[in-house]
């Protein structure tokens, strides 16, 4: 075999291993670990199952990867919102928007599928990917923000950082409803979720007081 062959063979490998990758962390996503099989990505992906094992050990094997891929995107896509932007309202709009637009992961299902379906070495260190991707990006947030005058210390408001954290996560989790959009436009669900993004931060930042 030369060594054109070669390179081709090795690109097309690549290829089908981020195919059966997308293709798993959308049905993982969807239906759940347990309701998935390895024939179904195969199927969908037009490989065999034996190509799958090719590059994963087993279904297990697959959905860790799925899931520290997912995860290391998010991390490095927070940073670069903390990078990009200064104060914490630009922040936090920013991530919420983002999230509100592109983020399909339910974290409800992945908690539950990573406590139910995984060996405890393996679930400490999702659980350690998901602090680094979503947990840290927030906690610096707050912290800047308590550093510029811009929010309240924490304490003053009888938390801590962590816990501020989990609040905001969960409040941005409560206006992800991907079900109520899927017959919108790609332009309708965009000014959608800017609109539930902002709406959610001036009630975060501003309250409801009149």
């Not at 070669?6 to 490998?13: E, L, P, T, V």
């Not at 697959?62 to 891929?69: G, H, S």
């Not at 630009?90 to 990573?114: K, S, V």
């Given at each position: 075999?030369?060594?054109?062959?070669?390179?081709?063979?090795?690109?097309?490998?690549?290829?089908?291993?981020?195919?059966?990758?997308?293709?798993?962390?959308?049905?993982?996503?969807?239906?759940?670990?347990?309701?998935?099989?390895?024939?179904?990505?195969?199927?969908?992906?037009?490989?065999?199952?034996?190509?799958?094992?090719?590059?994963?050990?087993?279904?297990?094997?697959?959905?860790?990867?799925?899931?520290?891929?997912?995860?290391?995107?998010?991390e490095l896509d927070l940073n670069a919102f903390l990078s990009?932007?200064?104060?914490?309202?630009?922040?936090?709009?920013?991530?919420?928007?983002?999230?509100?637009?592109?983020?399909?992961?339910?974290?409800?299902?992945?908690?539950?599928?990573?406590?139910?379906?995984?060996?405890?070495?393996?679930?400490?260190?999702?659980?350690?990917?998901?602090?680094?991707?979503?947990?840290?990006?927030?906690?610096?947030?707050?912290?800047?923000?308590?550093?510029?005058?811009?929010?309240?210390?924490?304490?003053?408001?009888?938390?801590?950082?962590?816990?501020?954290?989990?609040?905001?996560?969960?409040?941005?989790?409560?206006i992800l409803e991907p079900e109520n959009t899927t017959r919108?436009?790609?332009?309708?669900?965009?000014?959608?979720?800017?609109?539930?993004?902002?709406?959610?931060?001036?009630?975060?930042?501003?309250?409801?007081?009149?």
């Amino acid at each position: 075999m030369n060594k054109m062959n070669i390179q081709a063979k090795a690109i097309d490998s690549k290829e089908t291993y981020q195919l059966i990758i997308h293709t798993a962390r959308r049905l993982f996503m969807e239906l759940g670990y347990r309701a998935v099989s390895t024939r179904q990505i195969a199927q969908i992906c037009g490989v065999t199952q034996p190509a799958i094992y090719h590059h994963f050990k087993n279904k297990q094997t697959l959905y860790i990867e799925v899931m520290k891929q997912a995860l290391h995107q998010t991390e490095l896509d927070l940073n670069a919102f903390l990078s990009e932007f200064t104060t914490f309202q630009e922040r936090l709009t920013q991530i919420a928007l983002y999230m509100t637009e592109h983020f399909e992961m339910d974290l409800a299902q992945m908690f539950h599928d990573i406590s139910h379906e995984l060996h405890p070495t393996e679930q400490q260190h999702l659980y350690q990917s998901w602090s680094n991707s979503f947990l840290t990006p927030f906690e610096k947030m707050i912290n800047d923000g308590v550093s510029t005058g811009e929010i309240k210390k924490p304490a003053l408001m009888n938390t801590n950082t962590t816990e501020l954290a989990f609040l905001i996560l969960n409040i941005i989790k409560s206006i992800l409803e991907p079900e109520n959009t899927t017959r919108l436009s790609t332009e309708e669900r965009q000014l959608k979720a800017e609109e539930k993004a902002k709406l959610m931060v001036e009630i975060f930042i501003n309250g409801i007081r009149a």
